[in-house]
Nanobody, 122 residues
Framework: QLQLVESGGGLVQPGGSLKLSCVVSGFPLDNYAIGWFRQAPEKEPEAVLC????????NYAGSVKGRFTISRDDARNTVYLEMHSLKIEDTAVYYC???????????????WGPGTLVTVSS
């Protein structure tokens, strides 16, 4: 079955950087668009960035514009989220999710990873 597993989270100081990975197994990554989502404590889940099968990027969160970058490496079955200039308000559990339609439409995200915690704190 399709599985997604995030990694790379941890504790980082404000202004620092982290690179998250989402490894897809069970089916080739090139069958899916992959979105990154996050949920901060006591907040609703928030869509951040998504990358389509063809490599087009959709930015859902204006708060990360210019700071976060999504990319995919289908040969490694991995999608990345590079995060720079991190802010305290970026603290959240970060999830990746797969869209078999390949177009980053929210109703189509069917399989989710367990999440990785990013804590931005001084």
């Amino acid at each position: 079955q399709l599985q997604l597993v995030e990694s790379g989270g941890g504790l980082v100081q404000p202004g620092g950087s982290l690179k998250l990975s989402c490894v897809v197994s069970g089916f080739p990554l090139d069958n899916y668009a992959i979105g990154w989502f996050r949920q901060a404590p006591e907040k609703e889940p928030e869509a951040v960035l998504c990358i389509t099968i063809s490599g087009s990027v959709i930015n859902y969160a204006g708060s990360v514009k210019g700071r976060f970058t999504i990319s995919r490496d289908d040969a490694r079955n991995t999608v990345y989220l590079e995060m720079h200039s991190l802010k305290i308000e970026d603290t959240a559990v970060y999830y990746c999710a797969s869209d078999p339609e390949g177009l980053c439409q929210s109703p189509d995200f069917e399989v989710w990873g367990p999440g990785t915690l990013v804590t931005v704190s001084s």
